[in-house]
């Protein structure tokens, strides 16, 4: 496949909290993406010349206070994050289309297709996270050492950040995307910490169970969130499933042709 003819067209629109960064790249069904933190939508560049081949028109944005989106006055819960969806989807003037989130990206768009159904065709959450009370506690003890991410004269706070990231799994297998998406998180500033405060508020367990549309998840062994995924099938037997073998957290990344092919098959059935 040819994906130098691939066109990709990228702007701005008024969101919520200023600003929002956007990316649109070819043409067909549409289809919003939303990226896990704290990197930005920069994490579905390898798979965007794909999609536009299948069909699909991919719309990417960069969350409220990553990317080249601006940052918000006070830590976004995951509604005020789902507003992103609508605005861009009024920006371009479309009046519906589905959406894909990965990691913290799959909460943002369950929560934009429970406050805004009219507008979302079908749901993909790519590595959800239902967890109990007891996982939920472990997790932001876990997180909130991204409070701590303050510049520092010696740099340490760089070997801190490409440590947290390089720790999360046992291995990884493109450095050029290992050291992309540690570069986002430096980017995002001392505010890295606030997209994954609304994660830890947010009940996906429950919420997933309230998804109307047509939903599938989609999962890969590597990923270290891996088991929530089944989680999600336990608790909703009736969405669709599909798994790719191995990768880790840059998924797109690793896999972006097989990635795509499951994305597509789900919405271009």
Same mark, same amino acid.
């Given at each position: 496949?040819?994906? !130098?003819?691939?066109?990709?067209?990228?702007?701005?629109?008024?969101?919520?909290?200023?600003?929002?960064?956007?990316?649109?790249?070819?043409?067909?069904?549409?289809?919003?993406?939303?990226?896990?933190?704290?990197?930005?939508?920069?994490?579905?560049?390898? +798979?965007?010349?794909?999609?536009?081949?299948?069909?699909?028109?991919?719309?990417?944005?960069?969350?409220?206070?990553?990317?080249?989106?601006?940052?918000?006055?006070?830590?976004?819960?995951?509604?005020?994050?789902?507003? !992103?969806?609508?605005?861009?989807?009024?920006?371009?003037?479309?009046?519906?289309?589905?959406?894909?989130?990965?990691?913290?990206?799959?909460?943002?768009?369950?929560?934009?297709?429970?406050?805004?159904?009219?507008?979302?065709?079908?749901?993909?959450?790519?590595?959800?996270?239902?967890?109990?009370?007891?996982?939920?506690?472990?997790?932001?003890?876990?997180?909130?050492?991204?409070?701590?991410?303050?510049?520092?004269?010696?740099?340490?706070?760089?070997?801190?950040?490409?440590?947290?990231?390089?720790?999360?799994?046992?291995?990884?297998?493109?450095?050029?995307?290992?050291?992309?998406?540690?570069?986002?998180?430096?980017?995002?500033?001392?505010?890295?910490?606030?997209?994954?405060?609304?994660?830890?508020?947010?009940?996906?367990?429950?919420?997933?169970?309230?998804?109307?549309?047509?939903?599938?998840?989609?999962?890969?062994?590597?990923?270290?969130?891996?088991?929530?995924?089944?989680?999600?099938?336990?608790?909703?037997?009736?969405?669709?499933?599909?798994?790719?073998?191995?990768?880790?957290?840059?998924? /797109?990344?690793?896999?972006?042709?097989?990635?795509?092919? +499951? /994305?597509?098959?789900?919405?271009?059935?």
């Amino acid at each position: 496949m040819n994906t !130098s003819t691939v066109k990709t067209i990228k702007g701005y629109a008024d969101g919520p909290f200023g600003q929002l960064h956007y990316s649109v790249t070819g043409e067909g069904i549409p289809l919003v993406l939303a990226h896990q933190s704290p990197t930005s939508s920069v994490q579905f560049d390898a +798979a965007l010349p794909y999609l536009a081949h299948a069909g699909i028109q991919a719309i990417t944005i960069d969350m409220p206070g990553y990317g080249r989106s601006d940052t918000p006055d006070h830590p976004p819960t995951m509604q005020e994050y789902a507003v !992103s969806v609508p605005v861009i989807l009024d920006h371009l003037g479309i009046a519906r289309a589905s959406a894909l989130g990965h990691h913290t990206g799959a909460m943002v768009v369950n929560e934009a297709a429970l406050l805004y159904p009219e507008r979302i065709d079908k749901v993909i959450l790519n590595g959800p996270l239902p967890l109990s009370d007891e996982e939920r506690a472990l997790w932001k003890e876990r997180l909130a050492v991204e409070r701590e991410w303050q510049p520092r004269w010696d740099g340490s706070h760089l070997m801190a950040q490409w440590n947290f990231r390089k720790n999360a799994v046992p291995e990884w297998s493109d450095l050029n995307a290992f050291n992309r998406h540690v570069i986002q998180a430096l980017l995002a500033g001392d505010t890295v910490w606030y997209a994954h405060e609304a994660v830890m508020n947010y009940k996906q367990e429950e919420a997933i169970t309230r998804i109307t549309h047509p939903c599938m998840v989609l999962a890969n062994t590597g990923d270290p969130i891996y088991r929530y995924s089944q989680r999600a099938m336990e608790i909703c037997p009736d969405f669709d499933y599909q798994q790719l073998s191995g990768g880790g957290i840059d998924i /797109v990344d690793e896999m972006a042709v097989e990635w795509s092919q +499951a /994305v597509a098959a789900f919405l271009c059935p």
